[in-house]
């Protein structure tokens, strides 16, 4: 009986869940494009052209339309990707990446010798990094492309080391490595007496790169908790909030959700988080949409049930860094700029991106 009652319960929620995101995208589909109409939210939108909650994909192919993705105009048209990522059932992305490996193979390469660029990365951080993932992952593909972009010839060394923390306390400032892939950048370093120990490392310590990646940061709770649906972060006060530990706190300190304000749970990981809002002991966890929605079919009772606040979410950029203390870190970074920015003028770095998401949502399956 508390097993029946249970299924039921999480069918209850699913169906809330659904509820609160449909609307008039329920007929969307994907691999077409879609007039926004009143009512819309990119939630909803997602949901009825993948079944899934995560817009990210949504937001990567109109970046160039979509300033707030807590706002869309009705009348916005937008190109709905295909659920492998494609923007149109006729785009093939593997010839996007295969063209641009052709040209640089055809490049005249150079008989200096010059030392490998030292890279490490950490796995845990689906699907943006892991060795198990096509290529490392997908931030760790666009460095290892943009070194041979843009006129670079870089050779370089890669390394998973997964304690993340350690990148900042030893290998970076002790020059064991010259990039580490790769970390939210704080949006505002003014004040640095307000800021906890992580954010003011990140902002005294570390050069970066131009962001590679705008990952939506979003707040995940069950569909019947009080704070499901509030629209102010203030709102948040009072709230048991889930943020794995040694992730930076900037984005909660900057709203004022400080402790005493929030009670802060600091779990190993985001599958801790999830958990955590499903079991009752948190009551909204700060993830980003991808690396959230990645974890749900392996956490019992989260998959359809736990969902993004529909009205609340932020931009982070994410960039490769460097430590302030190598002296030819800055060099590295310019070299992995110059690729970057051919790497988009040609197309590939979206052809990166949808890839990695595809290939790793076959293996999510």
């Known amino acids: 009986m508390k097993t029946m009652t249970k299924s039921l319960n999480a069918c209850l929620l699913a169906c809330a869940a659904s509820a609160l995101f449909s609307g008039a995208a329920a007929a969307q589909e994907a691999c077409a494009p879609y007039t926004v109409q009143a009512g819309d939210s990119l939630g909803s939108i997602a949901q009825a052209a993948y079944g899934s909650f995560d817009y990210q994909m949504i937001f990567n192919a109109n970046r160039n339309t979509i300033s707030n993705p807590n706002q869309l105009a009705p009348g916005t048209l937008l190109q709905i990707p295909c659920e492998d990522g494609r923007l149109s059932a006729d785009q093939d992305l593997t010839e996007i990446i295969e063209k641009q490996e052709e040209k640089q193979a055809a490049r005249t390469t150079s008989d200096v010798y010059s030392p490998p660029i030292k890279m490490v990365s950490g796995n845990g951080w689906e699907p943006y990094t892991g060795e198990d993932l096509k290529g490392g992952g997908m931030l760790v593909r ?26 900042f306390d030893t290998l970076l400032p002790m020059g064991l490595f010259d990039i580490s892939i790769a970390w939210y950048r704080p949006s505002d370093c003014s004040n640095l007496d307000a800021m906890d120990d992580n954010t003011r490392y990140r902002c005294t310590q570390l050069d970066y790169s131009l962001p590679i990646y705008e990952s939506v940061s979003a707040y995940w709770t069950m569909p019947d908790s009080e704070y499901a649906n509030v629209t ?22 900057s709203e004022g959700l400080v402790e005493p304000v929030i009670t802060l749970l600091q779990p190993s990981g985001v599958k801790e988080c999830i958990g955590a809002l499903v079991s009752g002991d948190a009551d909204m966890a700060l993830l980003d949409l991808e690396g959230g929605d990645a974890v749900m079919g392996d956490v019992e009772g989260a998959a359809g049930v736990v969902q993004p606040n529909p009205s609340l979410s932020k931009l982070q950029t994410i960039h490769f860094v460097a430590h302030k203390t190598n002296p030819r870190g800055k060099i590295y970074l310019s070299f992995l700029n110059k690729g970057l920015n051919e790497m988009r003028e040609s197309g590939e770095w979206y052809a990166i991106i949808a890839d990695s998401l595809a290939d790793f949502n076959k293996i999510a399956q």
């Open 142 to 167: 666009l460095a290892t492309t943009a070194l041979n972009r843009g006129g670079n010839d870089r050779e370089y060394n890669l390394n998973f080391v997964n304690d993340w923390q350690a990148h």
């Open 232 to 253: 102010s972060y203030a709102d948040y006060a009072g709230a048991v909030v889930c943020r794995p530990e040694g992730w930076s706190l900037a984005e909660l300190s």
